[in-house]
């Protein structure tokens, strides 16, 4: 295929390459998406578990979600998407891999230089003292946890309203401006600030690619834009 035989020459002639992956990289790993058919958000207002409001109101129930979603991705793995662009960090000088995606499959397949924009599930966090910790027990034991100094620990993740870590933003920005080439893969593109840094490598002359199975906001903005599911095309992209 002519434009896969295209991408490959640009990767072969750049030496920075960044990548921001969505929910739609998971999706082949049994993980569902938020948007269209069969989409969290179809199934749950967001507002209700994906919010501070959501947790001050009911933390049990938003931990209930957090608990069911946890178990999901303990049962899934990395597919040949995550593993192909784990070789490509590999291969390239530098590849900076900014995901939206808090279920951590990027950093099971192998990816070490990874900016989580959304934060990471398996990381809870105290609202009381601050304290941060990795827990992976699937199921929690109770529910809401709590920590050491009695305060409830939440999701180390960013709900809508809360503002994403400037530093990992600030180091996403500076990625997207210096790329070369920028891949944007199972991203429905429209989620602020994470939507606009396709855009941002764009104006300071990188080539974009995207790869989704339909057409995004982004799609007339990208220089190839693969109708593909992540798990099938990143794979012929990269190689073994
Ligand atoms: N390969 C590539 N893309 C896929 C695949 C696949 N196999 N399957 C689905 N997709 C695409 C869908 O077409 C869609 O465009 O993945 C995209 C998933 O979009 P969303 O569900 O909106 O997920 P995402 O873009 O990651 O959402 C951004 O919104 O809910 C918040 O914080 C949450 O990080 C999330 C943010």
């Known amino acids: 295929m002519a434009d896969i035989d295209t991408v490959q020459g640009w990767l072969g002639e750049s030496e920075r390459v960044a990548v921001l992956t969505g929910a739609g990289i998971s999706a082949e790993s049994g993980i569902p998406v938020f948007r269209g058919p069969g989409g969290l958000w179809q199934q749950h207002r967001p507002e209700d578990l994906a919010t501070p409001e959501a947790f001050a109101k009911d933390p049990r129930l938003v931990w209930e979600w957090y608990d069911w979603r946890r178990a999901r991705v303990a049962q899934a793995s990395p597919n040949t998407g995550h593993h192909a662009l784990a070789r490509l960090e590999r291969r390239l000088p530098v590849l900076t891999l900014i995901t939206q995606n808090v279920d951590g499959l990027h950093e099971r397949a192998g990816s070490r230089r990874i900016l989580r924009l959304h934060g990471d599930l398996w990381t809870l966090r105290c609202t009381g003292c601050g304290r941060q910790n990795r827990n992976t027990e699937v199921p929690l ?5 709590r920590c050491r100094c009695g305060a409830l620990l939440r999701p180390a993740v960013v709900w809508f309203g809360e503002t994403l870590p400037a530093d990992i933003l600030q180091q996403a920005s500076v990625a997207a401006a210096s790329a070369q080439l920028f891949f944007v893969v199972g991203t429905s593109a429209l989620v602020q600030p994470a939507a606009s840094l396709p855009l941002m490598a764009r104006e300071h002359g990188a080539r974009v690619v995207e790869i989704n199975p339909e ?6 903005h990208c220089d190839i834009s693969f109708l593909a599911r992540a798990g099938e095309l990143l794979p012929q992209l990269v190689g073994d």
């Open 141 to 145: 034991p109770e529910l809401p946890p």
């Open 215 to 220: 057409r995004t906001a982004l799609s007339s």
